[in-house]
């Protein structure tokens, strides 16, 4: 099922960026029974977990991020965003979206899409 995340670019320090994912082949009840999240992963660097929202509609972030990213989702158009705040050099990588399925045992990711923040 492929997830597409798109929204990326370069961006100075203190800028914002919004990015998307379009989840295509998601039909509407599993995207709706599922985790929505956004990782990231830097050069040399484990993938993190940015931000989820859960089925349920409750939102978590990563420390790192609190206060500046937003995460919300389109049940209509099945798209996940993530509005970027604030950026810091520190946010440059590479950003994913994942689709988990609360019911089941589906579990989607896309390719990921370029962050750089130039300090």
């Known amino acids: 099922v492929p997830l597409q995340a798109f929204g990326g670019g370069l961006v100075q320090a203190g800028g914002s960026l919004r990015l998307s994912c379009a989840t295509s082949g998601v039909i509407l009840s599993v995207f709706t029974g599922s985790n929505l999240a956004w990782y990231r992963q830097a050069p040399g660097k484990e993938r993190e977990l940015v931000a989820v929202?859960?089925?349920?509609?409750?939102?978590n972030y990563a420390d790192s991020v609190k206060g500046r990213f937003t995460i919300s989702k389109d049940n209509y158009k099945r798209r996940v965003f993530l509005q970027m705040d604030s950026l810091k050099a520190e946010d440059t990588a590479v950003y994913y979206c994942?689709?988990?399925?609360?019911?089941?045992?589906?579990?989607?990711w896309g390719r990921g899409t370029q962050v750089t923040v130039s300090s």
């Open positions: 994942n689709v988990q399925y609360q019911y089941g045992s589906a579990d989607y």
């Open positions: 929202i859960y089925s349920g509609g409750t939102t």
